[in-house]
């Protein structure tokens, strides 16, 4: 399915937004590396990952829980206790609007 999140002027470089997908949500990051998709949904212990800080130049979020460290464009983990990835999406922009496909 695909979702669409917002016209682009309304997802400026440094800002994300929360969508829902059926009943999963996603956290949609505009990095400086360009846009990002990720389940709001800590790989540890399920924490509510996009509700972390993240910084735009690295790409990087931070799960409020307990402090694991991942790579918004990948969904890797870079710091522990998380070691398995988080599901990331394929985000893109059509006719000025930003949307993430998610399968299912
Ligand atoms: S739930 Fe995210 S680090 Fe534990």
Redesign the pocket.
Known sequence: MRIAVAPTDELPAGTMRLVSAGERLIGVYHCESGYHAIEDR?S????P?CEGDWEPGSCVVT?P????RFDLETGIPLTL??FQPVQTFPVSVVDGMVVVDVEG
């Open positions: 800590c540890h212990d399920d924490g990952l799960c829980r307990h402090g694991a206790p998380a």
